[in-house]
């Protein structure tokens, strides 16, 4: 690669160790180009070594030998201009300039050459010291013309419509050095160079800046060459002089390249403000010359001292005005001064452009705007001398402005002890130079007009009052740094993600930019007031003594472009860019002088958050710093010291913290800002205030943070009252900009007082040239409203903390200024025509006082009161005017009522008419409430968990023994079995349908397989059943009672033995069910002698008919007489029995519709296991209809090539019904567990929750950091030598909530599943309480409720294998031989409930010893307590089933439970609810006390948990207590609470896995679960208890409608507790309504018809319109006036009209019950409850 020459900024000393350089400043280092990264491999003194490349700047591309000096060669043109290069040699008392290298920014030049031309061939001129060859490279007429030109378009003149353009995006690192002509040069000191002579304007008035690419170009014409001796220092060379001769330099003729220049300024544009750096100089041409004042020479010593390094880091901003005979003009060529010729000076840029901003009048019509004085006489600005604080301000002898107040206590003496240092003095660091590049101007920004913006509106304190515009980017002006910035290059970045369609990262870049906006307006005042300084001759202003800070704010918004995260840099690059970022920093702090300070962007970023600051240090001279925090909360400030205000009582607080007497060393060392400024580029949990108050503050000074109160001056404000306010971070701004840490300096508030007159001024003179009423009346309101927060601000400053004296003056200044100000107003703003100004517009009167603005009195003309259009604007028939806008009303909704429990039917069936009749009415309701689902909220849910019900409940389980079972014991007819499968198979489909229509889970989907096997169970025990009166054939041929030599059949359990046992069911029936299931399958499908009977209908093995099919179909073809294929084939059969299964072929079901019935009915059940999804993926709260679950059979051929029919079944809207891979359902001893995982973990959601969440394999690839980011490949998890072997990265900390330690530990009990319960229990009950804590994310609950709850492997009763070794060798018989008949939690129960219940109850009692009396989300406690009590709520439930089943006399205990210890479970299920009653119950009402509780959502989720806490009472144990909290409970939930369908229980889902569940915490079929048990013994305690189930129902209205508690006791003085009864009708058993209503409802003697009344208006009103107040506990409802409560339509609450409401009134509340007022045809309307509002919806207007 080439090799290039690079020369040391700094002094870099590398460690020797680590192969790093070290070399001074000044030292030559040879390295290849193009290198990348953070450190270079380069030679420097015959070494070779690393070294960062920020340290140094490039000079030679080729390396040239150092050659004693001769003649240059021929001259060398390289393409690229920008990119010249030149080789300086070092000389005796020269300073060559240092170049801003490092993060993000371009190398500036080592100086700015005031000559239009650079020759190539130029005489060296020879020096004692040895110098190296000088090459001189032409710059490309074209390349500067291109730039002239892009020049051009940028800045004002371009019509840039950005006011923050001046915030520079950060350019790419890019070595450059550029010259006098913008491409590269440095300073030449053996050159020689002409001046070209100017004519006709002055010199400096054709310097164009080019803000693109820092070129700067001048239009001048040839003048003799002045020559530079070598033995000038770099103060001589800007002068062009040498510092050893006084005599004019000899002319050189030179070869003369022509060069484009940029086009002239344009008319209007001025000289830049400049300031005068004080050093001696001498004249380059023989003219007198005066010595310069005293305030030109402060800093300086002699004529010839050196310059302070301060000036030379300066010299990109330089510019040189030579002085000849020849170079000026006549008039304003001459002294600066005006009064005689003075040297000319090197002067500094200052306001950062060379252009003068015109502000037009907003009124359109006048041509006013507002100039420099440089740009209409083009003059040069007079240099200002350094002056003390005192001079900004003077008081008049008058008093307080024109008012003639005097200001007697208030001293007005001008001080004599401080004095301000400005930036004009020789001390200062221009810091933002050093960051933006020494040819990079400060930014000039437009606001205008000025009152428009959001910042003046935040500075004047009436951002409340004003209206927010919405165009505010088209109002708020342009910067003139022609585009770009980081407001643009933030905002493009955020725009770009949200084109993606993904819902984007979390990013701190907006809160970057608005901080970088309320910085630039800040800065934009400072410069506002200095530009108008010049443009009015004045030599002060205000605000001069802030103009370091506002260098310093620039520097902050630098530095906020310049934070790597900005650049949109990650991983590797990401440190890089941080290590330079850092390099560059430190070097910066090393620069500060004294008395200077820096503003910097602060503050600390999380993953999900960010919080930003600013910090200020600052240099106190003497080698001492202090840090400032600048913080608006509200993160942090409880580190701030507080106090109140004596006339408010309001707390404030010290919003700006400052650490003191800091030593050098401590603010020079890398360690403190690699930290700190690490928390915002490092998102991090661990960025936090506590660590930068406690841990980086207090190692400044080595002090206590508290100790630094008292050390210095210290100010109090009110924090910013909202979060909006907040993060707009304008108060921020201010005080970065007022604040000066520095003791006796001018206070923040005073100087806030003086940056308000300022932003006033401006103001002012964007309306000084108004016309008369032609201001807007928003512009006018703004700024008297500005005008009296600026008077009442001026009136509370202290005089004791404004000790210079100035105030007098500040105040003075104030005064007139809001006298003019008032006094325009009264002129220019517009006023409204009316009926007294309408005589103006007559021609008579346009000269008139009115016309003119002036209105001198009230009187008004004759007739003037006349009203003539007032007419058209009355509605006295507005009611009439809204009624018939809103249209005709709709018709009221006919409400079927739906009885789910019915009066007269059992719970269980006790025969087969009752089994029957309770299917038919089941179905019946649930077909209802379906079709009604639009009306009925939560439809779906009431029909799953009554289906369920039916199906578990109502229905008994078949027995293998025909004798005691209940379907077979007793003779059944034909058209019994006929109909119970019918009625079953359409049961199925509801449940189907209505389960695919509700939250999925994986808890629901457990309870859906056992629900299924139920029915399937069922169905073949009555498919067998040999009916008395007309056998069906296929009965007879499938139980094996058929003539001749037939066999049985049967159907596999399958995948329900294999991936259902992954399954958690929460219920202990529906565990026990399972079991019972799987010993019925197997009963019917194995013989005495241990063979098999052929099985049919193996759908989750093969959809392809086989086996038991085949055979069973042809049995019943000879039966049937069916035609059966000839010749008989295998593939003929399959053909055959494929077409007569699928119904393709409709003999057998046309004749024997019981088979299709059974069919399905087994299709469902094998589907539910091991299918794929069943539906098409819809919108959240889609319901689908029975209809929908309407199984539909066709057969196809398997492929192409293979004609072999298979089933094809669609359903829900043609969605085929497939299955999950057969190897990963089926048990294969042959087939690898991990593949089978490897099957499901990599498909849908709904087949990984066909895993187990306890599988240490599941658990690490699900919730492993390094497996969450989808990166990583899947492992294999056995044995506790697997997990020892994972990483860090791969073991699951759950969000950082266990160590890795306990992660080990806690995912070893999972390896022993028969030992796991225990295990789990002690490791959270007993040692580290933070372990306990853990519980409280969501993927620990989901693990531990796997590890209790899921089944596991089953054994059968006729296992017999033996322990024969031990060790067991074989994996699959040591899982074998640890199997369970009921499940491994009844086996726990069974051998040691002592450990299960102990654990529990310690954990339940130790997370309610953490209440902190409410739940809050935030805390560990809320969500702890609620799963610790749902976990002792399950337990509970397992302990009493076992103790009913093993305690029911005349029947065997089950099997699995034999040896249980009835006592001590006895003693357990006491302990357990002893708890749960006197401590959990009681603190979660006092949770949701109306008084104390506000939060709905939080009412919801405490709600559902007390529903939860009654779950395993039984009838016996009902009392008033139970019956009103399951009911007010549920009502609530069904008004307030909009229950989703979609998952939340998906272990591989976790987005964050810290939080606790979402929602309600519990699967929204457990509840509905629990309604639907409970409903029938509800019913039955309200019967035969009335009192108390009066006292029940008023509960319920109390809950539901807000007014007080469920355990609130009445009045004694109030009215008699009402009476409840439901309504005298069978079609409404469980609609409760008070004695309040007519008795005619009580008795069922409303339903009569009355005169005239269709069945419609019949049926209407029995439903509805009858009943006013209702408690209605089918369906867990409440009506109101004929009004059912309800949620606000989520169309309504995410609508844009009612944000505001909804963040205001409803503190932005997800949802809120209302209650339907009148609904017409072109509005609805809503009455919020609660509330006191109401909310209309309106349709759209198509008159």
């Known amino acids: 690669m080439q090799k290039a020459i690079y020369k040391s900024k700094h002094a870099f000393n590398g460690s020797p160790a680590q192969s790093q350089l070290s070399f001074v400043a000044g030292a030559t280092i040879v390295a290849e180009m193009g290198q990348s990264g953070a450190w270079w491999w380069g030679r420097c003194n015959g070494v070779d070594g690393w070294f960062p490349p920020a340290y140094v700047t490039l000079i030679q591309q080729q390396p040239q030998p150092v050659v004693v000096p001769q003649p240059p060669p021929a001259p060398q043109r390289i393409a690229t201009p920008v990119q010249q290069q030149n080789v300086f040699g070092q000389q005796p008392r020269q300073q060559q300039q240092q170049q801003q290298g490092g993060f993000g920014m371009m190398n500036s030049t080592n100086a700015f050459m005031p000559q239009q031309q650079q020759q190539q061939h130029q005489p060296v001129q020879q020096h004692s010291m040895q110098q190296q060859t000088i090459q001189q490279q032409s710059m490309q007429p074209q390349m500067m013309s291109a730039m002239s030109q892009q020049q051009q378009k940028s800045g004002f003149q371009a019509g840039t419509e950005d ?434 300070q820096l503003v910097m962007p602060g503050g600390w970023q999380q993953p999900d958050r960010a919080h930003l600051c600013l910090y200020i240090l600052r240099n106190q001279g003497g080698g001492r710093f202090t840090f400032s925090v600048v913080n608006t909360g509200p993160d942090g400030l409880e580190y701030h010291p507080s106090n109140f205000d004596s006339t408010t009582g309001r707390q404030t607080k010290q919003l700006c913290l400052t650490i003191w007497d800091i030593p050098a060393e401590r603010v020079t060392d890398s360690t403190f800002w690699v930290l700190l400024f690490r928390m915002q580029v490092y998102p991090s949990k661990k960025n936090v205030a506590s660590f930068l108050y406690t841990k980086l503050l207090p190692s400044l000074n080595s002090r206590p943070l508290m100790s630094n109160k008292e050390s210095g001056p210290a100010e109090f404000y009110y924090p910013p009252a909202t979060m909006e306010a907040a993060d707009q971070y304008h108060e921020l701004a201010r005080l970065a900009l007022t604040t000066i840490p520095e003791l006796g300096a001018r206070s923040a508030k005073y100087s806030t007082l003086l940056l308000m007159n300022a932003a006033v001024d401006i103001a002012y003179r964007g309306i000084q040239d108004a016309r008369p009423s032609s201001m807007d009346p928003e512009d006018s309101r703004i700024l008297k409203l500005t005008a009296r927060n600026l008077a009442n601000y001026a009136s509370t400053i202290d005089p004791k903390i404004v000790t210079d004296g100035t105030l007098g003056g500040a105040l003075s200044n104030t005064w007139d200024l809001l006298d003019r100000l008032l006094q325009k107003l009264s002129v220019a703003s517009s006023k409204p025509l009316d009926q007294h100004s309408a005589h103006a517009g007559r021609g008579e009167d346009m000269n008139s006082d009115f016309a003119k603005g002036l209105l001198k009195n009230l009187r008004a003309g004759e007739g003037a009161a006349a009203h003539p259009f007032f007419g058209r604007l009355r509605r006295d028939n507005y009611e009439e005017v809204v009624k018939a806008l809103m249209g005709d009303p709709r018709p009221d909704p006919i409400l079927i009522p739906a009885v789910l429990t019915d009066e007269s039917m059992p719970d269980v069936a006790t025969d087969y008419h009752t089994a029957a009749s309770s299917l038919l009415r089941i179905c019946h309701a649930c077909s209802l409430l379906l079709q009604q689902r639009r009306l009925v909220k939560n439809a779906p849910s009431f029909v799953a968990s009554a289906a369920q019900y039916a199906l578990t409940v109502t229905l008994p389980m078949p027995h293998l023994d025909t004798s005691v079972c209940f379907w077979r014991k007793s003779p059944m007819r034909r058209e019994t079995q006929t109909n119970l499968l019918f009625l079953i198979r359409r049961m199925c489909r509801i449940y189907s349908a209505a389960t695919s229509s509700v939250q999925q889970s994986r808890g629901l989907v457990g309870i859906r397989t056992t629900a299924l096997a139920c029915a399937a169970c069922v169905a073949d025990a009555i498919a067998r059943v040999k009916c008395v009166d007309d056998p069906s054939p296929f009965s007879l041929h499938y139980s094996g009672l058929n003539e001749g030599p037939t066999r049985p059949f049967g159907f596999e359990s399958g995948s329900f033995e294999t991936l259902a046992k992954n399954l958690p069911i929460y219920d202990p029936q529906l565990t026990a069910l399972r079991f019972q299931c799987l010993d019925y399958m197997r009963g019917m499908t194995i013989k005495d002698d241990g063979t098999w009977n052929p099985t049919i209908f193996n759908f989750d093995s093969s959809l392809t008919p086989h086996g038991g099919d085949l055979e069973l179909m042809n049995h019943l073809s000879i039966e049937l007489a069916l035609p059966r294929p000839y010749p008989v084939t295998e593939s003929s059969m399959t053909t055959h029995a494929a077409r007569l299964i699928s119904g393709q072929n409709g003999a057998i079901i046309e004749i024997l519709p019981e088979f299709e019935y059974f069919r399905d009915i087994v299709f469902h059940f094998k589907h539910s296991v091991s299918g794929a999804t069943s539906t098409p993926d819809k919108e959240d709260g889609f319901v689908w209809l029975p209809t929908d679950a309407t199984l539909k059979w066709t057969v196809k051929p398997i492929s192409d090539e293979n004609k072999t029919l298979q089933y094809h079944v669609t359903a829900f809207r043609g969605h085929l019904q497939e299955f999950v891979d057969p190897s990963a359902a089926v048990a294969d001893k042959n087939q690898n567990a991990f593949s089978s995982f490897l099957s499901l973990f990599s498909k849908s959601k709904l087949a990984r929750n066909k895993l187990s969440c306890a599988d240490p394999t599941n658990i690490v690839n699900s919730c492993g950091a390094k497996f969450i980011k989808g990166k990583a490949k899947p492992v294999s998890v056995k044995n506790e030598d697997d997990i020892l072997h994972l990483t860090n990265d791969e073991l699951p900390t759950f969000g950082g909530v266990l160590t890795p330690a306990d992660s080990e530990r806690f995912l070893q009990f999972f390896t022993v599943p028969y030992l796991r319960i225990p295990l789990i229990l002690d490791f959270f009950a007993n040692g580290d309480p933070g372990r306990l804590v853990a519980l409280k994310t969501k993927s620990l609950q989901l693990i531990v409720d796997a590890a209790m709850f899921e089944p596991g492997m089953w054994k059968p009763s006729d296992f017999f294998e033996q322990v024969k070794e031990i060790p067991i060798v074989s994996e699959d018989k040591l899982q074998t031989m640890l199997s369970t008949p009921l499940g491994t939690l009844f086996n726990e129960i069974a051998k040691s409930p002592d450990v299960l219940v102990t654990c529990v109850i310690k954990m339940l009692e130790r997370a309610v010893d953490m209440d902190v009396g409410k739940y809050t989300e935030k805390s560990s406690s809320g969500p702890l307590i609620l799963y610790t009590s749902r976990l002792a709520v399950r337990i509970e439930g397992f302990l009493k089933f076992a103790l009913k089943k093993c305690n029911t006399p005349g029947q065997p205990r089950p099997r699995g439970l034999e040896f249980m210890e009835n006592i001590k479970v006895e003693k357990a299920v006491k302990d357990l609810r002893r708890t749960l009653d006197d401590k959990v119950i009681p603190m979660l009402e006092y949770w949701i006390d109306p008084i104390r509780c506000k939060s709905v959502d939080m009412s919801n989720l405490v709600h559902a948990h007390l529903i939860y806490l009654f779950k395993n009472y039984t009838y016996e144990e009902f009392d008033y207590r139970s019956v009103s909290v399951l009911l007010s409970s549920q009502v609530f939930l069904s008004i307030n609470h909009r229950f989703s369908s979609k998952a939340y229980d998906d272990l591989a889902d976790s987005s964050d896995p810290s939080k606790p569940p979402p929602s309600i915490q519990i699967a929204q079929s457990e509840i509905f679960d629990i309604i639907q048990g409970k409903r029938f013994h509800i019913l039955r305690y309200i019967e035969n208890n009335p009192e108390e189930g009066d006292a029940a129902m008023e509960a319920v209205v109390r809950v539901a409608t807000g007014t007080g508690t469920r355990a609130e006791k009445p009045d004694k003085k109030s009215l008699k507790q009402r009476k409840w009864k439901s309504i005298g009708h069978p079609t409404c058993y469980g609609r409760f309504v008070p004695d309040t209503e007519d008795t005619k409802l009580r008795d069922g003697s409303y339903r009569k018809p009355k005169p005239g009344e269709n069945f419609e208006k019949w049926m209407l009103r029995v439903t509805t319109k009858e009943v006013g107040i209702e408690v209605n506990v089918q369906i867990s409802e409440f009506t109101l006036q004929n009004h059912k409560m309800m949620l606000l339509d989520p169309s309504i609450m995410k609508h844009k009209d009612f944000q505001h409401t909804r963040k205001t009134v409803l503190a932005g509340a997800s949802d809120v019950a209302c209650a339907e007022v009148v609904h017409t045809t072109n509005r609805y309307h809503w009455r919020l409850v609660g509330q006191r509002y109401d909310v209309m919806s309106w349709a759209p207007d198509k008159r």
């Open 163 to 596: 006011p923050f353009a001046g915030l520079e995006s950060t350019p790419s690192p890019i070595e450059s050095t550029l010259g006098s002509g913008g491409g590269g040069g440095m300073v030449q000191n053996t050159t020689t160079v002409q001046q070209p002579p100017v004519s006709g304007v002055n010199q400096l008035n054709n310097v164009g800046v080019g803000l693109g690419g820092g070129m700067v170009q001048q239009q001048q014409q040839p003048q003799p060459p002045q020559q530079v001796g070598g033995g000038a220092n770099l103060l001589d060379v800007f002068k062009g002089t040498a510092s050893s001769s006084s005599t004019a330099p000899t002319p050189v003729v030179t070869n003369q390249k022509t060069v484009e220049t940029a086009p002239p300024l344009p008319k209007g544009s001025g000289v830049p403000p400049v300031a005068t750096i004080p050093s001696p100089m001498r004249s380059s041409s023989p003219a007198p010359m005066r010595s310069p004042s005293p305030a030109m020479n402060s800093g300086a010593t002699s004529g010839k001292s050196i310059p302070h390094p301060a000036i030379v880091s300066e010299a990109a901003a330089v510019e040189v005005a030579l002085e000849s005979n020849n170079s000026f003009n006549d008039e304003g060529n001459r002294s600066r001064t005006g009064t005689s010729e003075s040297i000319k000076s090197l002067t500094i840029n200052r306001s950062g452009t060379n252009d003068s901003v015109p502000m037009r009048s907003r009124t359109g019509t006048g041509d006013s705007s507002i100039k420099s004085a440089a740009s209409t006489n083009n003059k040069p600005p007079t240099p200002r001398p350094i002056k003390s604080a005192s001079s900004t301000s003077s008081v008049s002898s008058g008093g307080l402005g024109k008012s003639g107040a005097k200001l007697d206590s208030i001293s007005t003496t001008p001080p004599t002890s401080l004095a301000v240092a400005s930036v004009g003095n020789a001390r200062f660091f221009n810091i933002y130079e050093f960051l933006a590049g020494a040819d990079k101007k400060e930014p000039t920004r437009k606001f205008y007009p000025i009152e428009r913006v959001k910042p003046f509106w935040a500075l004047m304190n009436i951002d409340v009052y004003v209206k927010k515009y919405r165009e505010e980017r088209r109002v708020a002006g342009v910067g003139s740094g022609g585009g770009g910035g980081l407001a643009s290059e933030l905002v493009t970045s955020h725009s770009a993600d949200g084109e993606k369609g993904t819902p984007a990262a979390f990013t701190a870049a907006p809160k970057y930019e608005q901080l970088a906006k309320a910085l630039s307006f800040m800065c934009h005042i400072v410069q506002e007031s200095e530009r108008n300084m010049y443009s009015s001759g004045g030599k002060s202003h205000p605000l001069d003594y802030l103009r370091p800070n506002q260098i310093g704010c620039e520097a902050a918004i630098k530095l906020i472009s310049m934070l790597p995260h900005s650049a949109g840099a990650s991983g590797k690059n990401l440190d890089a860019l941080f290590l330079n970022f850092i390099n560059t920093f430190v070097n910066l702090v090393g620069n500060l002088q004294a008395d200077q």
